[in-house]
């Protein structure tokens, strides 16, 4: 029989790792390779390839304690479909409800549970479907539950004489597909304590696709010793029967029954971290947050997430504490220098994995850091600001600036800004610390701020009120802070409308109105800005003025007039009686623009007056054509006044489309699909929107001769 390593790759990793621990020794490794084909291909051992089918953690939420939400219905991630409620009999009044929420917060094995909502980062969101009370039930407002507003956890309603809270429901996950799996078991972390009697209890059950079957009881979490409110979570698995092989419809639940006697106590039960897998051994690796820390420092340990055990020992030599069976240990600390190894230990109930790493934690003895600092600069202006940093080597945990005459005064940021309000020279002093010491650093007269003078400018022109176009003088002032480096004008309207010099000149302004002006001047410490609304006024003839614009027919004339000046005349001169007249008549043949300039001697400014023409709305189509190519009626045209748009479209007698158009310009040269049609008659629709916006239909037919 023939080893496949290409597709064992549970194979190849388990020879992987013992390579890895044994790496020098030839004979380990020949050792291994036979006890490992040895068990491979004896008969107990044909079950399929190990694979994790399928996990359930509930999720986390964005904040902790997210109370409140119903299981049924609850969408998981993997894979995304929905869980549900089974209702099994009759219900008390206000029977207790499966809820998923972060309200009983998850924990790893033997840690202990808190009495609903944990504060401990990372634990305080994880979520966990658990049973909780209704809303408003007979014990929700005493000392007993406390919860009026139902999902505080794992807590519930025990009951009382009136049988209020009795309960039979069943929580039941998405469909698992098991094609092509066996040996399936099922690991979750729970918690229970609830009535001791087992009246009021937890079942897990499996569905087959047609039958539920309960498959046990989880037994009753340990308290803690610490606090007897409190139990500590546990895990737990199931090994599902043989009708889970192979089976596509595979569900599992967990029944909770209470018989509402008023027996119990709380908590009553919570679930997490469901694993459905083929059983398999189990691989034992894991990782560390950091392996090279200092003297006291603690970290924590990760086991590798793809072995889903039922149990883990952890050996930490010269840790503290020196073991955990946490799936990953937190806050394991390390009070001596030296290098330690680790070893864990994972267990599937069946079989177990060990995994030794020597030296693998690197304790160093740290010592205090080295304080040392610099400044973004070290010669300021006044009222300005600097940020400084720190240098400091060595490992600085904290900081503890201080700035005399700087604000503020002092600092506890690593890289804090300062300002300094006022000339001077200034010392600045670092304390750096870690949990080793502190070490102080002091730069006396460190920082000099100087007094510099912002700068200040106006502004005059030659004219302030003039006529249209007007070429203007402008003279930029020094009031304090010069010379200024630079010079920057803003002339909006104006030709040209900027300038960089300090007296520019030229400046034009061609319509009359009201012009603003700004002026933006800078030194080497600054800049001022200076703006004058309005500051100039440019107005030609005052009291200018001339006729209404107006619309009429062709053929009519307009009596035109302007006003307000000595002088007068009109441009174009077409379709008027006299172009220097104050009232011509205009009589224009078409829709005409007429520019009147008028002046009182001194200024001109120039009005305008719109004739629009209008013309009658007409639309004409011949009743014969003859295309033979003689360039005389070869085409059938739409024709009128006033047309915008159109849509000409022939038929021929049986209503078969023979030409469409949409441009006034193209008319129907007799042909279809690129050839000649007989002659006869043929039918047309024409459309056409005029444009005054109004729009006219015309059909008939039209005689095609040739």
Same mark, same amino acid.
């Given at each position: !029989? ?20 044994? $790496? ?13 084909? #040895? ?24 904040? /902790?304690?997210?109370? #409140?939400?119903? &299981? ?6 993997? $894979? ?22 972060? &309200? ?21 969101? +994880? ?8 809303? #408003? ?17 794992? !807590? ?24 092509? +799996? ?11 304590? &609830? ?53 596509? @419809? ?16 709380? $908590? ?84 177990? *994995? ?49 700035? /005399? ?16 309000? =006022? ?15 502190? *070490?102080?650093?002091?730069?006396? =007269? ?11 400018? *106006? ?9 249209? $176009? ?39 302004? @061609?319509? =009359? ?12 410490? #600054?800049? =001022? ?30 009596? !035109? ?10 441009? /174009? ?67 009128? @006044? ?15 489309? !023979? ?36 729009? &006219? ?10």
């Amino acid at each position: !029989m023939l080893l496949d390593f290409q597709n064992n790759c549970k194979l190849t990793r388990f020879l992987n790792r013992m390579f890895k621990r044994y $790496p020098a020794n030839l004979p380990y490794r020949i050792l291994f390779f036979i006890l490992l084909c #040895g068990k491979l291909f004896s008969p107990e051992n044909a079950m399929a390839q190990p694979n994790v089918i399928w996990t359930e953690t509930f999720g986390t939420s964005s904040t /902790p304690c997210d109370a #409140g939400t119903l &299981a049924n219905g609850f969408y998981t991630v993997n $894979p995304s479909q929905a869980w549900s409620v089974d209702i099994i009999g009759t219900q008390g009044s206000f029977p207790n409800i499966w809820y998923v929420s972060a &309200a009983e917060p998850g924990k790893d094995s033997a840690q202990c549970s808190t009495q609903g909502c944990d504060s401990f980062p990372g634990v305080a969101i +994880n979520r966990t479907l658990h049973i909780g009370n209704m809303a #408003g039930s007979p014990l929700s407002n005493s000392s007993v539950l406390l919860c009026p507003s139902g999902d505080c956890g794992a !807590m519930y309603d025990f009951g009382d004489w009136t049988g209020s809270g009795v309960t039979n429901i069943r929580a039941v996950s998405p469909k698992i597909n098991l094609l092509g +799996n066996d040996s399936i078991r099922v690991y979750f972390s729970y918690l229970e304590h &609830a009535d001791i009697n087992n009246a009021d209890n937890c079942i897990f059950e499996y569905y087959d696709g047609s039958t539920w079957t309960p498959l046990g009881d989880p037994a009753r979490t340990n308290a803690c010793s610490a606090n007897s409110s409190s139990y500590k979570w546990s895990r737990m698995y199931f090994d599902l029967p043989h009708s889970a092989c192979n089976n596509p @419809n595979v569900k599992i639940g967990f029944r909770w029954y209470n018989d509402s006697d008023g027996g119990g106590e709380n $908590p009553s039960f919570a679930v997490d971290s469901i694993v459905v897998v083929s059983l398999v051994t189990p691989f034992a690796d894991f990782t560390a947050s950091d392996t090279t820390i200092c003297a006291g420092d603690a970290i924590n340990f990760f086991a590798d997430s793809s072995t889903h055990a039922l149990s883990y020992s952890w050996t930490f030599i010269g840790g503290s504490p020196g073991t955990s069976s946490a799936m990953n240990p937190t806050n394991i600390t390390f009070p001596n220098p030296g290098d330690f190894g680790v070893q864990l230990i994972v267990s599937s109930g069946a079989a177990s *994995d060990t995994m030794d790493k020597a030296n693998f934690i690197h304790v160093l003895s740290c010592t205090a850091p080295h304080a040392d600092f610099l400044a973004s600069d070290t010669v300021i202006c006044e009222r300005d600001c600097i940020t400084m940093t720190d240098m400091s080597t060595g490992g600085a945990t904290s900081w503890l600036w201080s700035f /005399p005459g700087g604000n503020p005064s002092s600092s506890t940021l690593p890289d804090p800004t300062v300002c300094y309000q =006022d000339p001077g020279t200034y010392t600045i002093t670092l304390v750096a610390g870690n949990q080793y010491g502190t *070490d102080t650093v002091t730069k006396i =007269d460190y920082i000099v701020a100087d007094t510099c003078t912002l700068p200040q400018g *106006d502004f005059y022109s030659s004219l302030q009120t003039a006529c249209a $176009p007007s070429a203007i003088e402008f003279d930029g002032v020094v009031v304090t802070g010069g010379p200024f480096t630079s010079w920057s004008w803003y002339f909006p309207g104006a030709t040209p409308d900027t300038s960089s010099l300090q007296n520019p000149t030229g400046i034009v302004c @061609n319509a =009359d109105g009201f012009y603003d002006v700004m002026l933006i001047v800078s030194n080497q410490y #600054g800049s =001022d800005t200076i703006i004058k609304y309005s500051y100039m006024h440019i107005e030609s003839v005052p009291g200018a003025y001339v006729c209404p614009d107006t619309a009429m027919y062709f053929g009519s004339s307009y009596q !035109m007039y302007a006003g307000g000046g000595l002088t007068y005349a009109w441009n /174009p001169y077409i379709g008027i009686d006299s172009v220097y007249s104050q009232t011509p008549i205009a009589s224009p043949s078409e829709t005409t623009t007429y520019t009147c300039t008028i002046s009182d001697g001194t200024c001109y400014t120039k009005r305008q007056v719109v004739v629009t023409i209008l013309h009658n709305n007409d639309l004409f189509l011949p009743n014969t054509f003859s295309p033979n190519g003689d360039n005389k009626n070869d085409y059938f045209f739409l024709r009128g @006044n006033n047309i915008y748009g159109i849509r000409l479209t022939i038929f021929d007698r049986w209503g078969e489309k !023979m030409f469409e158009s949409t441009d006034p310009s193209q008319g129907w040269d007799g042909t279809y699909n690129n050839k000649d049609v007989n002659p006869g008659v043929y039918t047309f629709v024409a459309t056409v929107i005029f444009t005054d916006g109004t729009s &006219a239909s015309k059909s008939g037919t039209v005689t095609l001769v040739r």
